[in-house]
Every structure is written in structure tokens, then in C-alpha cells.
């Protein structure tokens, strides 16, 4: 098995909501750490350089253990060609990576490979299609629906353009 690559001397981590700024220093620094910067966008995830003599995966493994800390990690680099989906169809979805197939002009599509090296999202996430021809046990929905538990007992009623709806909150 080949080992990740990382950057030397830092990891990455994300404090519970609840962890003031004081903690978070006095828990790095009692690591041997120095909160360096949070990056880009709302993870919250903080970038923490460590001395030479350390090695992050021990550290990071350390900080695991503290209830304050929800995500300690290496900070691993990974590419492009690393995020590419597991999906048999993916080369033939044109608008997520145009490479000219089905004789489509190649770079016209939303260079989503390119996003996915910043993120490929989160289970908290939650993305509503409105769309009455979803196949719910297709392999890649089945175990990703969000059902609204909370849902209200009423219906509500909305007018798009020039049609009506009527409209349940959540999968009933």
C-alpha cells in the first residue's frame, strides 16, 4: 500500500463549535503546535504547523483523543485524478468533464473534477431536485436520501410562473 503524500509539518484541524480561542491555542501549543491559519470557506478547519521533530500523524492522533477536537489529520495533498468518481458512466457525462466525447467541444462543461479537488462535499449538506422522475433505487441515491423528520403535518402552496403547486414538506 503506497503511504499518502503530506506536507511536511502540519496538520489540519476542526474544534467543536463550543471551543473558545484560548483553548484552541492552549491545546496546540501544549501539542508542540502553532495555529498557522483557517482555510478558505466555511469548514472551519484550521491549519496547525508543528516543530521538525514531529511527526503529524502521531499528533494528530494525539489531538483525536480531546473532546474539543472533531477533525485531526496529516495535511494530505491529494490530485485531481485522486477525486475522480468511482461511476462506470462518469467519461460519458460530458457536462462534468468535456473531453470532446459525443462530439461535444471539449472544456465546455463545469470543470467539476476541478472542484472536487477543493471539496466533495458533505454529509450535512442537504440538495433538494425537485423532479418527479428520480429512480430513489438507483445504486448511488438509495442510501443518500434526506427525509425531513421534522416535516410539517401541512401542505403549502406556491405559485412558479404560471403553475400552482401543492407542495408536503419532506418524503412522505
Request: aromatic letters at 6%; charged letters at 20%.
Amino acid at each position: 500500500m503506497q503511504q499518502a503524500t503530506q506536507r511536511d509539518g502540519q496538520l489540519l484541524i476542526r474544534f467543536r463549535d463550543n471551543v473558545s480561542e484560548q483553548e484552541k491555542t492552549t491545546l496546540v501549543e501544549s501539542k508542540g503546535g502553532r495555529r498557522a491559519r483557517t482555510l478558505r470557506g466555511e469548514s472551519h478547519v484550521e491549519v496547525i504547523e508543528l516543530q521538525p521533530s514531529q511527526d503529524p500523524i502521531t499528533v494528530a492522533t494525539e489531538l483525536k483523543f480531546h473532546p474539543e477536537v472533531e477533525v485531526a489529520e496529516p495535511n494530505f495533498l491529494i490530485t485531481v485524478a485522486q477525486v475522480t468518481p468511482s461511476d462506470a458512466r462518469f467519461g460519458e457525462q460530458w457536462a462534468l468533464s468535456n473531453t470532446g466525447q459525443t462530439d461535444r467541444q471539449p472544456g465546455a462543461d463545469i470543470n467539476a473534477r476541478a472542484a472536487w479537488a477543493t471539496t466533495t462535499g458533505s454529509p450535512t449538506t442537504i440538495i433538494a431536485v425537485i423532479d418527479s422522475g428520480i429512480d430513489f433505487t438507483h445504486p448511488e441515491l438509495r442510501d443518500n436520501q434526506w427525509i425531513n423528520v421534522r416535516r410539517a403535518a401541512t401542505s403549502w402552496t406556491m405559485t412558479a410562473t404560471a403553475w400552482l403547486m401543492t407542495c408536503m414538506a419532506g418524503i412522505g
